[in-house]
């Protein structure tokens, strides 16, 4: 179970304490204290559920203890691309600028919901777990990020069509 969830946990937290040696931390604590409690627990959920809904809980508790306020992106987590000329890198550049600005102009929960959808590939049933909604929240709230998006990346629709007319 560790092997399995263990990167994918390990990136959710960093979404929200932006450190990796903390989001190493708290996912090592929830499988430490997973296992201490092994013969007690009794898991409702699916596990993948329970464990993210974990990690996000003891993130927001860390948050809290320690009053910090964070973005739930972090740029530098951003996958690296080789391109083949500086033209490419700009576009590149300019596409995940806008893109993950976009992301950061949603709303909390919207982008919260946005992401785990989107990059954790969570179903609709678990992420409605995970964030305590029900799955037509989920399900609205996907909408509304994805009209959000659109509008506010409309923009690189027409970028692309001009470079690729020089490629």
Known sequence: MFRKYYEILYQFAGRFVRDKDIS??????IFVKLWENRGKLNIQSNVKSYLYTAVKNHSLNYIKKE????????????????????????????????????????????????????????????IAEVQKVSINTVKTQLKRAVKSLSKNLAHLKNIFLVVSKFF
């Open 24 to 29: 190493e931390n708290i996912v090592q604590e």
């Open 67 to 126: 009053k910090q306020h964070i973005s739930i992106e972090d740029e530098s987590d951003s996958p690296d691309y080789f391109s083949t000329s500086p033209e490419e890198e700009i576009i590149d550049k300019e596409f995940y600028d806008s893109v993950h600005a976009a992301i950061n102009k949603l709303p909390d929960s919207c982008r919260q919901i946005y992401m785990l959808k989107r990059y954790d590939e969570l179903s609709y049933a678990e």
